[in-house]
């Protein structure tokens, strides 16, 4: 592995840079009223590379999903498929957010793959930054994805003056080569520097899961019919922000949509979430997870136990966002480990 | 294939969301191209005169003509489409359903009501399917262009017509809005059916129902939240019937 540093002036130089050669999207994390969202970036200046709480939505889910993607066109009996990919490059990924960015790979790009997905991912290039002022309603730390060795192109940790960035693929290698003029080779006292600013927000998570993550799959196992599950129905909406807000939700729902003069028309993917009544409602009206208690413990289980036993990789990156956005108070995924751990 | 018959009529309203047709601008072409319009008060000058395949209807019900009107047109029409809240819900003509109509004609006219001839028949305002048996809806205030154009889609190709049957809050995710809540503004976002794109909220204004409510909203949440806020069912309750007057006016019937 490879590792150089860059002043932090002349990072945002280089992101200038790259704005004014209009190559490819530049999107970034930048500041919208009290939150974070990542978008198209003008300027530099407008980058919140140190923010704390997550972005609204994630990163990865709204590039590599968009909440609406053209799939397909047709006209009268011909049609042709649509996969559009511009080339775009995310800068200020968190950790959490690149794990998150694993399960989707896991999910779209396992056979069969998803053309759509594979294509978008092919052409994203990922700038990453360590996560070093946890959110008091992020939990990474307890379940392993405060830090990540791999699945970006670069990642820069902030030490300071400078950033160190790790450069984790070919792609990135050959970035670092061409504005070799930007960077230095890291040296041994940046890695020390590197390792303790880690290591150091490693201890600042406020919230932590009760249990062991490989714990969780077992443990769960005889707690689906918990009372719980309908104390917690009492206070939901299912309104679906958690599922929206959620890196690792990446349910849709395929429509094809005709224009008024029945003619021609498009084949449409937009975002769904299983927190929705209408999500699990199949021809004839049957819904098959009618209930909200269902709806919310199926939640839970696809993030903490299903996604393990069929990818082999947890559903929950402990970004905190869903426990952010419900308004009722019950997202939670360590609070309801807490509950059921407790009887 | 013959384009369908379509009359659109407004009953007892602001006509705004006649209105919103006309502003369907370049798309309106592409509608008047795939339906024929028959009858419209806002846009044509003749009357058909009934058999219409869609019926488009805005406003309330507020007279006894009104309704007669109604029932002629179900009579004719094999779908009826009931657009904007006042249609949907009855919307703010039922905001004084709480009195009686002779109570309001004396407040309003002073003594005078017995001399306006379109009072005689004056009836508590209620929405479409008070009256009539309504096939489609197309809810808010006003409606959603988008929207009615996918309806009259959904009729032409032989498929239902579904509204979202999730909150406004989730569209107002989609749109990464904060939220208003958290700005200490109370939002009905929560138990309004979604579909208008999060309109208000995304202009920081708070939702007040106009689409009216999703099929099972969770009442109990609902209160939970307000108590989280420090405010009553009362203090909602009049924000809950600016636009959802008439269902509270049944709900309440059916408790007593």
Known sequence: MRFVSVNKEKFFELVNLLIKQKKERIVGVVKKDDDYIFNDLENAVELCLDYGKPTLLPPGKKYLLPRKETLLKFQNASSEIVNEAKPITLIGVHPYDLWAIKVMNAVFLSEPIDRNYAEKRKNMFIIGVDYLNPHPNSFCASIGTYEIHDGFDLLLTDIGKKYIITIDSEKGEKFIDKYIEFTKEATAIDLLFLDNAVNKAKEKYKLAMPLKKEELPKFLEDKYDNPLWTELAKKCFSCGKCNLVCPTCVCFNIEDKAELNLQEGVREREWHGCALKEFAEVAMGHNFRGKIEQRLRHRIYRKLSYTVSRYGIYGCVGCGRCINSCKAGIASPVEIIKKLNKE | ?256
């Open chain 2, 1 to 256: 294939m013959a384009k369908p018959k379509v009359a659109i009529f407004s009953m007892a309203c602001c006509a705004g969301c006649a209105l919103q047709i006309v502003n369907l601008e370049e798309k309106i072409l592409d509608l008047v191209g795939a339906i024929d319009v028959v009858e419209w008060q806002e846009g044509l000058s003749e009357k058909s005169g009934g058999n219409y395949d869609i019926a488009i209807i805005e406003g309330s019900i507020v007279t006894e003509k009104e309704a007669e009107e109604l029932r002629k047109i179900r009579q004719t029409a094999k779908i009826v489409i009931a657009i904007g809240a006042c249609a949907h819900t009855g919307g703010i003509n039922c905001l004084g359903n709480h009195m009686s109509v002779e109570e309001k004609k004396s407040i309003v006219y002073d003594g005078d009501a017995g001399k306006i001839d379109g009072l005689k028949d004056a009836i508590q305002p209620r929405p479409l399917n008070a009256i009539i048996k309504v096939d489609a809806v197309v809810p808010g205030c006003p409606i959603n262009k988008n929207e009615l154009v996918e309806a009259v889609k959904c009729l032409l190709l032989g498929k239902k017509f579904r509204l979202p049957d999730y909150p406004v809050c989730f569209e107002c995710a989609l749109k990464e809005n904060g939220c208003l809540f958290d700005l200490d503004i109370i939002c009905l976002g929560p138990i309004t059916r979604a579909g208008c794109e999060a309109a208000c909220p995304s202009i920081n204004k708070e939702c007040n129902g106009c689409r009216g409510w999703v099929d099972d909203p969770n009442q109990n949440a609902a209160k939970d939240i307000l108590e989280k806020y420090g405010l009553s069912i009362e203090d909602i309750k009049k924000r809950f019937e600016i636009f959802n007057a008439y269902k509270t006016e049944i709900m309440e019937k059916k408790n007593a």
